[in-house]
């Protein structure tokens, strides 16, 4: 394929999940699971000049977004614009922000501190793209837009996912249709070069078990921060831009589906009610791949309400409401999200003890500690280990 970020053909495919569901088509609950609903290719490219890693195609359309935006997310924009402060990046009156189809704003909190809009057509003296960017097919286009759209003496703030934590961490169904971009710092580097800009500051958060949020601005500048060179460190000696570190991702998803299925089999063989939390996007290709059907997987819980009534993509395991959930008694409840864990845990004592948290083991190549966060916490047991219920 012809590299989204450099227009290089040198790409190499690193990830590949065969045919899956759209991740974000929730077809009517009672509807007939038709094969072609899980017949469209995912992949991911990792181009070998720029070290952008990437959707290779995409055959799906998007759907409008269904998601709630979790506790979690806020709770971390809040400390972002917070960190961000502190450190003397919120200068200036005027905000852009190109925002992400999931959702979530930082526009109030800038507006708290009094952010405005520019003239139309001026550039802004904060732009901001909290996980806006990566769903964009053109990346070139994406880093000409968002340095446009930066004052000559602002900032672009820019939030995403890590590539670093998402194999450290084993996350390979962070790949998923209309996700078009996993960007290091190394690679992102290089595309804020190619329009002029440089890293001055990088801030790490917990989120999704590692998310980095880093200030570029106009030129090439000698004040790059000491994180931003740490992290660029760490990234080189986990070797984030070579094919074979991104292709431990295939084991982990080959490994995590063999699990699921194996857990699933036992739970229902003690004949245990299995239900799952949260009709995450990343939730799909693992049911999907590991060939979940509701008499393994009662039903899956979701605070969206778009998405009570339907069910979960390539399988006929329906969508229900929380309080649904509780009526029905669970022995057990899967979470496919584990940042949303102090969430639901104050949100439904009733289900104390009952949580299983789905996450990936951190068994990826050399899990340097700059890069891994602690990601255990008390009083839940994560579905690798298989929990005894
Ligand atoms: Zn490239």
């Not at 055959?59 to 977004?65: L, R, S, V, Y």
């Not at 992400?100 to 109030?108: E, I």
């Not at 964009?136 to 890590?162: K, N, W």
């Not at 800009?197 to 958060?205: G, I, T, V």
Request: glycine share 8%.
């Amino acid at each position: 394929m012809i590299c989204r970020g450099c227009a290089s053909s040198d790409t190499v495919r690193v990830l590949d999940l065969g045919r899956t569901p759209a991740a974000d088509y929730f077809p009517p609950h009672r509807s007939i699971v038709d094969p072609a609903e899980s017949a469209h290719p995912l992949a991911m490219e990792l181009c070998r000049r720029c070290g952008l890693a990437q959707l290779a195609g995409d055959d799906t359309t998007p759907e409008e977004p269904r998601g709630v935006e979790p506790q979690a997310l806020r709770d971390q924009a809040a400390a972002a614009v917070e960190a961000v402060a502190e450190s003397g990046f919120l200068n200036g009156d005027s905000v852009i922000e190109f925002g992400s189809p999931h959702g979530g704003s930082w526009l109030p909190l800038l507006g708290e501190r009094g952010f405005r809009p520019p003239l139309p057509g001026h550039p802004a003296s904060v732009v901001l793209d909290c996980f806006g960017a990566m769903h964009e097919p053109d990346q070139q286009a994406v880093f000409r837009e968002r340095a446009c759209a930066t004052h000559v003496d602002g900032v672009l703030l820019i939030q995403f996912h890590s590539l670093a934590a998402i194999v450290t961490h084993g996350q390979w169904n962070a790949l998923r249709h209309g996700h078009c971009a996993y960007y290091s710092l190394t690679a992102l580097q290089q595309m804020l070069t190619d329009v002029g800009m440089s890293l001055s500051y990088a801030w790490e958060f917990d989120l999704y078990g590692g998310t980095v949020l880093v200030a570029a601005r106009h030129g090439v500048r000698s004040d790059t921060s000491h994180t931003v060179r740490r992290i660029l460190a760490a990234e080189h000696a986990l070797g984030v831009c070579e094919p074979r570190t991104i292709r431990h991702l295939q084991q982990a998803a080959d490994g995590h589906v063999s699990s699921l299925r194996t857990w699933l089999a036992t739970m229902a063989g003690r004949g245990k009610r299995v239900y799952a939390y949260g009709a995450a996007s990343r939730a799909v290709a693992l049911f999907s791949r590991a060939g979940v059907d509701h008499r393994v997987l009662c039903a899956v819980a979701d605070a969206s309400r778009a998405k009570q009534g339907r069910r979960m993509p390539g399988t006929d395991v329906p969508i229900i409401s929380p309080a649904q959930l509780l009526a029905d008694d669970p022995d057990v409840v899967l979470l496919t999200v584990a940042d949303l864990l102090p969430e639901v845990q104050s949100q439904f004592p009733g289900l104390t003890g009952k949580w299983v948290v789905d996450i990936a083991d951190g068994d990826g190549p050399n899990a340097d500690p700059a890069l891994t966060h602690g990601r255990q916490q008390p009083g839940w047991n994560k579905l690798r280990t298989y929990p005894a219920v």
